[in-house]
């Protein structure tokens, strides 16, 4: 898939939550890797911040992140926006906002769906790349109990689980099978809070804008009703006569599990701080901002260790090309045919398997008391994958050969010896053009990189 950005820009105004400032947000378009970045207007100078996890400077009621260069570069409650940014599959969007918090609105992301929808997003010209769970991910919280656990899964989805001790809302459960049906069930669910949480966190500076249209309040602790009239005096909201335990909302819960939906929603937001989507299941037990950063954080570690992910390779699974396929469309033939299968291959990019065995001609000299394959050999089998992948743009692909013009910036990891299995990933640089093709190509054995290599190859018709 492609990456997307909006079609057009959209501007959303309200109340902030924390700051009870009148904020006003514009979502605009963004070129291709971006990410989501928000810049703050009513600053002056640099005033721009990534919304990646490593950016991440608070998670007490909601998700802060600052510019570590200039930390006055602060915007905090983006969890809703992002949200609806990553269900809609939008990877570049800058956000012009002119208060150090995005607007809490009703406390839900349906009015960002809504405007997004509205706008339309267009395809961008770059690939859009995907965090792929291979194995199982925990982060734990021990005093807190919370904990996520991550899948391998085809798709993304989330199951939630949320405890409190409160008769009104001891536990609950969510599920979302299918981004796609984020809008319908997820996205008009909106944030909670405990009357008995109120005044501790209006003594810590907060919830200034909260009120009883933008969060689920919930009384669960008997009070006497002038001290309900205090709490309602210090948020600035009309008094409410309680007589019973519930929720004290002006507007009826969406479903009756909201609470556990909005958590859910929050997971996705802080998720989206990856920086590109996740493909896996994630398994959410009493989340909370702190611990779905810290996820977001572990795998932004990953990638910054090595920003490209081994391709999944299934040995049970029928390869696209296999050897006598290969060899129709390669000239190389013993000892040089260097690539034993295609998995997959797509508009720009290529994925190939060579298997090293002990048997390999040049292990007998290099080295006969510790065999390495040589470094050029790599980079030669990796330019004959590209070499499939240039040849089936052309007619008639048997008369033609591809010949290398220039190869940069090559790199040796690791060394790679029999029994290891090569897995080669190639996608094209720039489009094909006058015969030329400019590649990048990593060659990968199990999850780590090998080597990697750019290189330049022309297409020759055979005399």
């Known amino acids: 898939m492609k990456q997307r950005t909006l079609k057009g820009e959209f501007t959303v105004s309200g109340k902030g939550l924390h700051t009870g400032l009148h904020v006003t947000a514009t979502f605009k378009s963004a ?89 339309g997003f267009e395809e961008q010209d770059a690939d859009k790349e995907y965090y792929v769970v291979k194995k199982r991910i925990k982060v734990v919280d021990p005093e807190s109990g919370s904990s996520l656990i991550v899948l391998p899964d085809d798709d993304f989805s989330i199951d939630t689980m949320i405890e409190f001790d409160s008769p009104v809302l001891p536990n609950q459960f969510a599920s ?7 809008k319908d069930e997820i996205a008009a669910c909106r944030t909670f809070v405990f009357v008995r949480e109120i005044l501790p966190l209006v003594k810590m500076n907060l919830i200034k804008g909260g009120d009883l249209d933008n969060a689920i309040v919930i009384y669960d602790t008997p009070m006497k009703q002038e001290e309900l009239d205090q709490l309602a005096d210090l948020m600035k909201v009309p008094h409410k006569h309680v007589s019973e335990l519930g929720y004290l909302n002006n507007k009826p819960l969406a479903f009756t599990n909201e609470p556990a939906r909005h958590k859910l929603l929050d997971v996705m937001g802080d998720l989206a701080l990856i920086g590109r989507p996740l493909k896996g299941r994630i398994v959410a037990t009493r989340p909370g901002h702190t611990i779905n950063t810290n996820l977001a954080k572990q795998i932004r570690k990953e990638l910054r260790y090595q920003n490209v992910q081994a391709p999944l390779y299934d040995p049970n699974k029928a390869p696209l090309m296999d050897v006598n396929r290969i060899r129709k469309l390669l000239p190389h033939r013993y000892p040089m045919q260097l690539v034993d299968k295609v998995l997959e291959m797509g508009e720009n ?16 000299g290099h080295f006969p008391q510790e065999p390495v394959m040589p470094g050029v050999l790599q980079v030669e089998a990796m330019a004959q994958v590209g070499g499939l992948l240039v040849l089936s743009s052309v007619e008639e692909p048997e008369r033609y050969s591809t010949y290398f013009m220039k190869i940069d910036n090559v790199k040796f990891r690791q060394k790679v010896v029999p029994g290891d299995t090569l897995v080669f990933h190639l996608s094209l640089m720039s489009p094909i053009r006058r015969g030329c093709a400019v590649m990048k190509g990593y060659a990968f054995v199990g999850e780590k990189i090998v080597s990697e290599a750019e290189f330049m190859a022309q297409i020759i018709k055979n005399k």
């Open 31 to 119: 070129p291709v890797n971006t990410g989501y970045v928000f810049k703050r207007t009513d600053l002056e100078g640099e005033n721009t911040v990534e919304a990646v996890a490593e950016n991440v400077v608070e998670t007490h009621r909601g998700t802060v992140i600052a510019n570590k260069a200039h930390k006055e570069v602060k915007v905090s409650t983006i969890e809703h926006a992002m949200a609806a940014l990553y269900a809609a599959g939008i990877d570049n969007c800058l956000i012009e906002v002119d208060a150090p918090e995005l607007p809490i609105l009703d406390g839900s992301a349906i009015e960002f769906c809504n405007h997004i929808d509205e706008v």
């Open 176 to 182: 979302l099978e299918k981004i796609s049906q984020f």
């Open 349 to 364: 990019y290529i994925v190939g398997v060579k298997n090293v065995t002990s048997n390999e001609p040049f292990f007998t």
